[in-house]
């Protein structure tokens, strides 16, 4: 765990949000023209004092162009994140994962999120998984 103390602030703020929302739309992640995710099974993270962040399955991403950094976080309400950085660019880190998240929101544990001010994500058309009435 390196020198961060992950310890969960769930059982202090029982009301904060952490909405983990599934979505059909094909999502990309792009840096530079270079591919690096494209899905259309990601998890859209609507978290409380945050804006939206986007979560891709790990199969659906092109790690030749990512490396692991040693960098760490702890979010009090996700867990130790670890960030990567995009072989082809300067920026010290573009994305970040949650290895082993907090039980609250365990469904986005190796999926990553890439900054969206470094990295252009964009969504695109979902399918409909319902039935019209």
């Given at each position: 765990m390196g020198a961060h103390t992950v310890r969960s602030k769930w059982t202090e703020r029982p009301d904060y949000r952490v909405d983990v929302l599934a979505r059909?739309?094909?999502?990309t992640a792009t840096?530079?023209?270079v591919p690096l995710a494209r899905s259309a099974?990601?998890?859209?993270?609507d978290e409380q004092d945050h804006g939206l962040a986007v979560y891709f399955p790990p199969d659906s991403i092109d790690f030749s162009h990512?490396?692991?950094i040693g960098l760490r976080s702890v979010c009090p309400f996700k867990g130790e994140a670890?960030?990567?950085r995009?072989?082809?660019g300067d920026e010290e880190w573009?994305?970040?994962s949650y290895p082993d998240p907090f039980p609250?929101?365990?469904r986005i544990a190796g999926y990553l999120a890439f900054d969206q001010d470094k990295v252009t994500v964009s969504i695109g058309k979902g399918t409909y998984t319902g039935t019209h009435r």
């Open positions: 059909t739309n094909v999502i840096v530079g023209g099974a990601c998890l859209i993270v990512l490396e692991e670890v960030y990567w995009a072989v082809e573009v994305a970040w609250e929101v365990a």
